[in-house]
């Protein structure tokens, strides 16, 4: 079983915080993302694109480590998302890679919508 799941802690000067929880095989991660308002916003809109389009690429990189996630569609309605949590500098981190369908994105599209506090959408 694979999931991977976002969740909102604060927003504060711009930047917003939220914890990415990885589910991968036997093996789990979790890490607090950092990222400025802009950066989710644009992730939204590529994130949006990736989701009409069934094409495309995007990562989400942590301010204050070397975690990210990137999304990568693949053919048939295929996602990959894939990264790292725990950040290389600590003792313990996961490095993931996930498969699943373009449905998702739909869902995490929606938790980051949420954090900006307000509906984007899909164009």
């Known amino acids: 079983m694979a999931s991977i799941a976002f969740e909102h802690k604060h927003t504060a000067e711009g930047y917003i915080t939220f914890d990415l929880k990885v589910i991968s095989g036997k093996f789990s991660g979790a890490s607090s993302f950092c990222i400025s308002d802009k950066s989710l916003r644009d992730a939204v809109s590529c994130l949006g694109i990736i989701y009409n389009d069934l094409n495309g690429t995007c990562q989400i990189d942590d301010y204050d480590s070397s975690d990210f996630v990137l999304f990568e ?9 894939s990264g ?14 996930l498969e699943t369908d373009q449905t998702v994105l739909e869902g995490i599209i929606s938790d980051f919508c949420y954090m900006l506090e307000g ?3 899909l164009s």
Do not use: S
């Open 73 to 81: 569609f693949l053919k048939f309605g295929h996602l990959k998302i």
């Open 84 to 97: 790292q949590v725990g950040g290389c500098h600590r003792d313990n981190y996961l490095v993931y890679q």
């Open 119 to 121: 509906d984007i959408g």
